[in-house]
């Protein structure tokens, strides 16, 4: 009989079983937080308040060359009104002022048209944004809206 000396095999250490679990866990939580078109399609319209309107599909080609946009009268003063199909929302901050923001969010990229009030708000993540300025009012999102330009001719509003 032969006396061999059995070594333990050492398996992975605990710190290395803990990192991965930690890694695999992590790839999940942002594997859950990216982008998905099928979830920013279902931004809802119907979220529109007093005060604050959604229009699905203005004028045709309202966002190329400069065909009216809207009416100013339709844009209520201390909110705006969506415009989905140009991808832009229209406020009037005070009587006769006139703004435009992007409806693309900052934080994903996803089009937003839930408008209450002065707040327009991200379906996919919840972000929120003074359409009145453009500014964050809530996260994830930390960048504002980006501005679109308008002209006001008249009772005419139009895009670009």
Known sequence: MTSESVQPVSGPSRRTVV?????AGLAVALTACGSDDDASGSATE?????GATTEAGSSGGAGAGGAALAKTADIPEGSGKVFSDEKVVVSQPAAGDYKAFSTICT??????TD???DT?????HGSQFSVLDGSVKKGPA???????QISVSGDSITLG
């Not at 934080?107 to 937003?112: L, T």
């Open 46 to 50: 119907q979220g529109a308040g007093a």
């Open 115 to 117: 408008l209450k009030e």
């Open 19 to 23: 990192a991965a679990v930690g890694a």
């Open 142 to 148: 930390t960048q504002p809206l980006a501005a679109k």
């Open 120 to 124: 327009l708000s991200c379906a996919c």
């Open 107 to 112: 934080h994903q990229n996803c089009p937003m």
